[in-house]
T-cell receptor, first 111, second 115 residues
Framework: EAQVTQNPRYLITVTGKKLTVTCSQN?????MSWYRQDPGLGLRQIYY???????DKGDVPEGYKVSRKEKRNFPLILESPSPNQTSLYFC??????????FGEGSRLTVL | AQKITQTQPGMFVQEKEAVTLDCTYDTSDPSYGLFWYKQPSSGEMIFLIYQGSYDQQNATEGRYSLNFQKARKSANLVISASQLGDSAMYFC????????????FGAGTRLTVKP
């Protein structure tokens, strides 16, 4: 079954405590991306990766890092989380210009 | 600048009736795709329907159809015979054939189906 798996699904943390949200896909897609969803703003792209070792900034990259060492994995790293990073995060993948396949979402609260 | 606009923050519809969710977009690129996604209260994003900018006919998928008016730059989603399970957030999105590293989303419309 085609899947995009994110962990953790829910996380409450405190300001400044580094965290990583993992993302893994089994569809062998080259493209992966991270979005954040905030009320009234829809989904906004944080970072994307067109292939292994190739990453680039989206619209809202400040405060985030990513890496793409393997095709299937694309972790999102918050080095020093702040309350304005409280959001619902989605990892996604796609083949070519088709639809995005999303993970289940990770709801992050930064106190 | 490429932009997607959904002007209806919330909509109500009676069960079994049809409802139209509005979506307008702004682009000067001739090659693009338009997508609709559903997000139920459980949070996952579910792909519903796709329309390519060169497609001559409006897309349909079961009870979903996309009313594509290219000259007006609108891509409204029509849900026929609404069901209680259609209550959800709906997002319109756009991406480009020449540059498929991003998909731009509207702010979303929350649809509530009343029994």
């Amino acid at each position: 079954e085609a899947q995009v798996t994110q962990n953790p699904r829910y996380l409450i943390t405190v300001t400044g405590k580094k965290l990583t949200v993992t993302c893994s896909q089994n569809m062998n897609h080259e493209y992966m991306s991270w979005y954040r969803q905030d009320p009234g703003l829809g989904l906004r792209q944080i970072y994307y990766s067109m292939n292994v070792e190739v990453t680039d900034k989206g619209d809202v990259p400040e405060g985030y890092k990513v890496s793409r060492k393997e095709k299937r994995n694309f972790p999102l790293i918050l080095e020093s989380p702040s309350p304005n990073q409280t959001s619902l995060y989605f990892c996604a993948t796609r083949r070519g210009s088709g639809e995005l396949f999303f993970g289940e979402g990770s709801r992050l609260t930064v106190l | 600048a490429q932009k997607i606009t959904q002007t209806q923050p919330g909509m109500f519809v009676q069960e079994k009736e049809a409802v139209t969710l509005d979506c307008t977009y702004d682009t000067s690129d001739p090659s693009y795709g338009l997508f609709w996604y559903k997000q139920p209260s459980s949070g996952e994003m579910i792909f519903l329907i796709y329309q390519g900018s060169y497609d001559q006919q409006n897309a349909t998928e079961g009870r979903y159809s996309l009313n594509f008016q290219k000259a007006r730059k609108s891509a409204n989603l029509v849900i026929s015979a609404s069901q209680l399970g259609d209550s959800a957030m709906y997002f319109c999105a756009m991406s480009f054939f020449y540059n498929n590293n991003d998909m731009r989303f509207g702010a979303g419309t929350r649809l509530t189906v009343k029994p």
